[in-house]
């Protein structure tokens, strides 16, 4: 069953029961070397499915629980190994939705969910992006509209010498550093036929649209500029061209044969993770063969978004320099 989260939704099913679970993989066709996240109606359920948790688990879980936090803890053996896909770890998040929440009470037992899309997809944020890609393959799905965050909950490590972040994620950086100190940043990137990563999640190309994304970092009018010219180039080349940009962007392109879609403006990092998914989506429903897309920062949730962008991009970043 699919359900809505703050962040993207899920496809949830029973984390005790190792045949629900596979269940999930066989709909998504996701390859089983990618654990699940299990969702708890509260912090006070975390004893189900882990054991032995860090010190600085409790301060995590008061303040950032509802909310898109994973955390990677210990794992109790009630947890089947198809959830963890074999590991000593299981990750888990209570989320902020009414109906998840209610789903999780109802169920009465902790819900494993990846997001509901096929494997290597975009992140569903309506319930019409699910049906799109999972259409035939679910039985229901609950829809309470868009949800808010629009990028995946960052997933914490805490089973690491340092607490690491493994996906950037909707809990910016900067709040878990206040709160834990200097934290490590996973820059481990493996390519899609690598097998063994430490979080499948990242897979350098993951969270694509069908059209090729080429993702532009650097300073915003060079960044423009660049992206204008690479623009102009391609629908030479007869490429039907797709830009997404912030809504203050657009004057460098107007009049252009292009197809804009915008996420906002640009210092509202918020609605842009809000948005981010589905205007890449409507960019492929445009039918764009490339699209060309402008980088946020790194600061909040600027992380998130370069990530997903740069996984759209297959792992290429054209940095653009003064
Ligand atoms: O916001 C979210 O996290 C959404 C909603 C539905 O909660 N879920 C989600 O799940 O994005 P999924 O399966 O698409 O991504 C889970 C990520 C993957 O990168 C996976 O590899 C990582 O979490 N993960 C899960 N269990 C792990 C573990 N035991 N150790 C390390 N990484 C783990
Ligand atoms: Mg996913």
Known sequence: MAFPTETVYGLGANALDAQAAR?????KDRPANDPLIVHLATPDEL???TREVPSTTQRLTELFWPGPLTLVLPRSLRV???VTAGGDTV????PAHPVALALIREAGVPVAAPSANRFGQLSPTRAEDVL????????LILDAGMTSVGVESTVLSLVMSQPTILRPGGVSREALEAVLGS?????????????AAPSPGTLAHHYAPQARVVFY???????????RQAALELHQQGKRVGVLLADNDRAYFSGLPLILRTVGAQ??????AQRLFSTLRALDDAGVEVILARDFGVEGLGLAIRDRLTRAAGGQVTVVSD
């Open 217 to 227: 970092c650097g300073p915003r009018t060079e960044m423009l500029a660049r992206m």
């Open 132 to 139: 799109a890609d999972l259409e035939g393959r679910i039985d």
């Open 183 to 195: 934290i490590r940043l996973s820059t481990h990137r493996v390519s899609a036929d690598e097998k």
């Open 80 to 82: 089947p190994s198809i």
């Open 23 to 27: 269940g999930i993989f066989e709909a």
């Open 267 to 272: 210092d509202n990092l918020e609605g842009i």
């Open 47 to 49: 004893a189900r499915v």
């Open 91 to 94: 990750a888990v998040r209570v």
